[in-house]
């Protein structure tokens, strides 16, 4: 926590790392779908994010999912869904390729 009594947006992000997308088995900050996250000092937590398709029928659990981890460090959660740019495979972080080929995708 920060001098505010809030997380800080580093922090924001490691919580979201606890969000896994349940048809991949990786966390959406590793596959890319987080572009940001904010706090202000009042603890209003705001994250950018994108789905992998617009069509995700995950969304909602997502989003469920993501104001759960963050609810302890902020005083209210509002997700922004971003289309653009769009994702793709490119956004994945090194450790999120290395979990898609541990079970068997080829990046």
């Known amino acids: 926590m920060d001098e505010t009594g809030w997380g800080t947006p ?3 992000l490691d919580a979201l790392k606890d969000v896994v997308d349940p048809e991949l088995g990786v966390n959406i900050v590793d ?4 572009y940001g ?12 994010m994108t789905l992998t398709s617009p ?3 995950l969304t909602d659990r ?11 460090l902020a005083s209210d959660v509002a997700i922004n869904w971003v289309w653009l740019p769009p994702w ?3 956004l994945i ?8 080929r541990a079970i068997g995708f080829s990046l």
Request: proline fraction near 5%; glycine fraction near 6%; include cysteine.
């Open 37 to 48: 996250v904010d706090i202000d000092a009042d603890g209003h937590a705001t994250v950018e």
């Open 10 to 12: 580093e922090q924001l």
């Open 62 to 72: 997502l989003e469920m999912d993501a104001r759960y981890v963050l609810e302890p």
């Open 31 to 34: 596959l890319g779908l987080v």
């Open 93 to 100: 972080t090194e450790d999120g390729r290395e979990q898609l």
């Open 55 to 57: 069509m995700c029928p």
């Open 88 to 90: 793709s495979l490119d």
